[in-house]
């Protein structure tokens, strides 16, 4: 149950296998929780339809954002509510009344901080630092978002690690000149050529279906997620700048969550105007040719792709509580 795997064809998901109790834990301690999580995964899943998880053009969204970024040498990309805001609403009530911080120990630190009290673990991978054991009842209730996550990384990945020869990227910065829409339309129509991974999976994507074009698929694993309660107090407000995985992992997603309206008023626990959001250091700034410092202003849904080992950072807060859903992924092909 530690490693949990996806493909972008594939039969059978995630959520079906686990209520139909195909998917058993890695140990008995986590049976009773198996079966609660199933019925927690019924009463979600039902509750809101899935095709409503991911904003609807999220794979064109997704397609020109890399060219962008591939163009600026960046390996990152944010996409504004990526994932709806109204289905978060939904799902954060379920998320906060079973949410069970774990206290870890990371060899070395984490962003210079070597005990962490501050994520619900849904899955880990086995023998991995840290160690803890996965929240299954969590789990459940994430499934079907995890299972988006899954597609739409996917997606984003296949198009972050193709169009990359010399000829493909001349193509793409002469046509446009300076970067304008013809550049980026060039690039768009490069990067659909070489095949894009499959979201519509469980109606990921909304409307919106985007096939395969050259009939292959990429296999992604999520080795680890979690979800990150962080606070105002010293060593809780912040993650500090770091890479994934200490650099292990092929890449990663982080999903805003919303602010926290249903334990208390929403201007208590906001952190509005109180920091937060993302840092990354990534691309290369002139004349030193370093990478640049870039600051998102994350809400709820917003959907970050990280490659691998890419510097970033949840930036500190001082006021309310922010929220905030990791997957670390590693990647093959299938």
């Known amino acids: 149950m530690a490693l949990l795997e996806t493909t972008s064809k594939g039969e059978g998901s995630q959520s079906e296998l686990l209520q139909s109790g195909q998917m058993n834990p890695s140990s008995s301690q986590h049976s009773n929780a198996a079966a ?6 019924t009463s979600i899943s039902t509750s809101t339809p899935v095709h409503d998880i991911s904003k609807d053009g999220i794979a064109k969204e997704i397609t020109r954002g890399v060219i962008r970024a591939k163009l600026a ?55 991995s630092v840290p ?21 739409v990384f996917a997606s984003w990945y296949r198009q972050q690690h193709s169009c990359n020869d010399a000829g493909q990227r001349k193509a793409s910065s002469t046509r446009g000149g300076s970067g304008g829409e013809e550049n980026i339309d060039n690039c768009d129509r490069v990067a659909s ?27 992604v694993k999520r080795l680890m997620t979690f ?14 700048k770091h890479v994934d995985g200490a ?12 602010v ?25 700034s002139r004349p030193l040719g370093r990478p640049q410092e870039i600051q998102y202003d994350t809400r709820s849904g917003d959907l970050a792709f990280i490659d691998r ?15 905030a859903l990791v997957i670390f992924y590693k990647v093959a092909d299938s």
């Not at 309660?229 to 912040?238: D, G, I, L, V």
């Open 36 to 41: 609660a999580a199933a019925a927690a995964s």
């Open 73 to 127: 040498k960046m390996r990152h990309l944010v996409i504004r509510q990526g994932i709806q805001p109204a289905y978060l609403d939904a799902l954060m009530p379920a998320i906060i009344d079973n949410f069970r911080p774990q206290t870890v120990m990371y060899n070395g630190g984490v962003a210079k901080i070597k005990e962490w009290k501050l994520s619900c673990y849904l899955e880990v991978m086995e023998g």
């Open 131 to 151: 160690c803890a054991n996965p929240d299954l009842n969590m789990l459940s209730i994430c499934l079907p978002l995890l299972e988006c996550c899954d597609d």
């Open 193 to 219: 050529a070489h095949g894009k991974a499959v979201v519509e999976k469980n109606g990921c994507g909304g409307k919106e279906k985007d096939q395969d074009r050259s009939g292959d698929a990429i296999k």
């Open 227 to 240: 979800i990150t309660r962080y606070t105002s107090a010293p060593n809780e407000n912040a993650l500090l």
């Open 247 to 258: 650099g292990k992992v092929d890449g990663s997603v982080v999903v805003a969550l919303p």
């Open 260 to 284: 926290d309206r249903w334990t208390g008023p929403e201007e208590v626990n906001s952190f509005e105007g109180h920091g937060g959001g993302l840092t990354f250091w990534d691309g290369k």
């Open 309 to 323: 080992a890419v510097w970033h950072q949840a930036n500190p807060i001082t006021k309310g509580t922010r929220w």
